[in-house]
């Protein structure tokens, strides 16, 4: 079967130096040929972006790109739109290839809007011919008419984008990939995104689509390929692929630790956000588990009323919760010297989304710490629809929905 | 339904097939019907450099026709009043006219074409074009400057009563060759700028001991027996003896400026050769 898009055992090497200093002179290259003749055994480092990268895409397929910053997953997407070339193997495309890696690439702050539809039109592969026969309908759909003959510097950022995503949904190639543009703009700028993506994959165009929002993927891609350090990690059923990855998350550190000072009162030592599961320590908590946050603190002379306050706050900047322990508690009892450890259970109610964790240990007069160094992710269900959660609540409370019907049915169609 | 959707749809097998490889060695790769899909690109950002050239400029324009005419002003009192330098027995600035019409084209061109691929660094790692596109398209604004210039030469010689020869049709071919001569340069600058950022430090003393050593404010015939055949070396030697020879009507190209032809051969199959030796590094180092 022919597919869209064939990677064959496709590998890229960097050399250890070469993206990191850029500013490479003839000197340095003289002194480097030189040094080789000297020492044959100098060998300069290398990392593998890429490691035997296998990848078979239909016409057709839409396929989500996941894995960590530095996996491989742009250097995959330039491999297949061309822009560099791998170090071993090879990638074959049938039909044209569209790259979106940036919005608004080639756009010029001095040039008017009209000017930069047709350079980025061009930047992206259209003829002078595409650009002018669907200019009317970049415009519209930019919304940004009245500004076309306004330099691009007077733009305000949302009219920039806008602008450059009118140009970008206009590409009629045959395979698109696309690197996190999601990750800019406003929720409107996004929505306007996500739909677009999914007209494209209504077209039977072909995708390769890579974004930190899970649940965009969740929602886009019935396929995911897990990239994990230069190789592909898993590649399946979205949800069973995401599945995995989330569950691979576990080694990200929630928890922040304070170095020992014996000159403070009161300190702080770690803070952490825990699976309320004993055995599996700092699980990033799916929104449907229970999490726990836990704080150790030292009192180390006797602190009067000693209170400990802990509180969440979206990225957004909404505190969802605050609770002190006072509040449901007589006596927090943190008044003799000692070390501490406080829990605070939360229920699964909070959405998919970051959350900063608060810190507070003071009395009634004074505060002791105050800290707001710990932020850490609740992630979404896999199958969690975008629309629900972009839909921007603090909480998502165990409530319920009944419906009933209150008129008579109609009747049923005669026998 | 179904069968009428995807009928429309042109067949898999139909569809053209590209290839990501890895490249090696000195095979030289240029897909010319490639290149010409993308003309549409090389005119755009032709445009772009010209369009942004006098943005935010009080006279805009005015300094296409300001700058060339600076340089003639200068170069005729300090090279032919004060140095007295030989002019083939033309009036001086009608000498130096024919010599800046093409310098000034030249050293623009060059300095667009070493910094073509620096300069859109985004184009270079976030989109695909053919590479070589960017020295190409760098060598066309400056023929704008070049056409100006062509003006306000037609001006002097009617001003000088310099009559233009029958020559004078052969000066586009010249300015071809010109072009052959900067793109060629340009090939070789622009990739060595993304390896190497000497590059853009050594381009001003380049071209300003370049121009000193063309004869640009004095003739090539101060050269003769095997010095000039040497001097010949620079290719722009040859350009401009065509640009006098077919504007002025002054003494037509030596023998010797066949090297210059030579050279310039050289220097463009190894500049395209070199281009595409190292693009594949272009992404990654620029």
């Keep these: 079967m022919l597919h869209a898009v064939e990677v064959q055992s496709v590998s890229k090497r960097f050399m250890l130096g070469e993206r990191t200093d850029p500013y490479l002179t003839i000197r340095d290259s003289l002194v480097r040929a030189l040094r080789r003749g000297a020492q044959k055994h100098e060998r300069r480092r290398e990392v593998w972006a890429l490691r035997d990268v296998d990848l078979e895409i239909a016409h057709g397929d839409v396929v989500g790109l996941v894995g960590r910053n530095g996996a491989g997953k742009s250097t995959l997407l330039k491999i297949i739109a061309r822009i560099t070339e791998p170090t071993g193997g090879v990638a074959r495309m049938r039909g044209r290839v569209g790259a979106l890696l940036e919005v608004g690439t080639g756009f010029h702050p001095e040039l008017t809007g009209r000017e930069n539809i047709f350079l980025n039109g061009a930047v992206l592969g259209m003829s002078r011919r595409d650009i002018t026969r669907r200019y009317d309908e970049i415009v519209e759909f930019s919304g940004v008419e009245r500004f076309l003959e306004t330099p691009l510097k007077r733009y305000s950022s949302g009219m920039y984008l806008r602008l450059a995503f009118a140009v970008a949904a206009h590409l009629e190639p045959e395979i698109i990939v696309v690197d996190e543009v999601l990750a800019v703009g406003d929720l409107e700028f996004q929505r306007k995104c996500l739909g677009k993506m999914s007209d494209l994959r209504d ?213 | 339904m179904s069968t009428l959707e995807t009928s429309t749809r042109p067949a898999l097998a139909e569809l053209p097939l590209t290839e990501n490889r890895p490249t090696s060695g000195w095979r030289p790769r240029l897909d010319f019907r490639e290149l010409w899909s993308y003309r549409d690109l090389a005119a755009i950002l032709a445009g772009r450099t010209l369009k942004l050239r006098y943005k935010q400029t009080a006279i805009g324009i005015g300094w296409v026709v300001l ?114 001569v900067a793109l060629a340069t340009s090939l070789w600058l622009s990739a060595l700028n993304v390896l190497y950022r000497d590059v853009r430090y050594a381009l001003p003393f380049m071209i300003q001991v370049w121009l000193y050593a063309s004869p640009v404010v004095f003739p090539s015939s101060l050269f003769d027996g095997l010095d000039r055949w040497l001097y010949s070396l620079n290719p722009v030697v040859g350009v401009i003896d065509g640009f006098r020879w077919s504007l002025l009507g002054a003494p037509a190209p030596p023998t010797a400026d066949l090297v210059c032809a030579a050279v310039t051969l050289v220097l463009l199959v190894t500049g395209v050769l070199y281009f595409q030796r190292v693009q594949k590094h272009f992404a990654d180092q620029i």
Excluded at chain 1, 347 to 358: D, F, H, K, N, S
Excluded at chain 1, 366 to 381: H, I, K
Excluded at chain 2, 103 to 123: I, K, M, P, Q
Aim: charged share 20%; net charge negative; aromatic share 8%.
């Design chain 1, 203 to 415: 077209e039977g165009r072909t995708v390769l689509f890579v974004t930190h929002d899970l649940g965009a993927i969740g929602q886009l891609c019935p396929r995911t390929v897990w990239l994990d350090a230069g190789r592909v990690r898993a590649d399946g059923p979205t949800h069973t692929v995401l599945d995995a990855y989330f569950e691979s998350t576990v080694a990200r550190a929630t928890s922040v630790e304070f170095e020992p000072d014996p000159s403070k009162p009161v300190q702080l030592l770690t803070l952490a956000v825990t699976s309320n599961d004993e055995h599996a320590a700092e699980v990033a908590p799916r929104r449907d588990e229970p999490f726990a946050l836990r704080a150790q603190f030292t009192n180390r002379e006797r602190y009067p009323d000693l209170d400990v306050s802990m509180w969440l706050t979206t990225s957004q900047g909404v505190r969802v919760l605050s609770e002190r322990l006072t509040d449901r508690e007589q006596s927090g009892g943190l008044d003799q010297a000692g070390t501490y450890e406080a829990t605070l259970s939360v229920p699964p109610i909070l959405p998919a989304g970051t959350y900063v964790v608060g810190f507070w240990l003071g009395s009634t007069t004074s505060t002791a710490v105050y800290e707001e160094s710990l932020s850490f992710e609740v992630r979404p269900l896999p199958g969690d629809r975008q629309e629900a959660t972009d839909r921007n609540r603090a909480v998502i409370p165990p409530v319920s929905w009944q419906v009933e019907r209150l008129d008579e049915p109609a009747a049923a169609s005669g026998p």
């Design chain 2, 67 to 180: 700058q060339p005419l600076i340089a003639i002003a200068i170069f005729s009192v300090i090279f032919g009043k004060l140095a007295d330098l030989p002019s083939e027995g033309l009036p001086y600035p009608v000498f130096a006219m024919a010599g800046l019409a093409f310098w000034l084209y030249f050293a623009s061109a060059v300095r667009e074409g070493a910094e073509c691929l620096v300069v859109d660094r985004d184009l270079v790692t976030k989109t695909y074009f053919p590479r070589i596109l960017a020295p190409v398209a760098a060598t066309l604004p400056a023929l704008l400057d070049l056409s100006v210039v062509l003006v306000i030469a037609g001006v002097m010689l009617a001003a000088y009563e310099v009559a233009p020869p029958v020559e004078i049709v052969l000066l586009p071919a010249w300015i071809v060759a010109g072009v052959v």
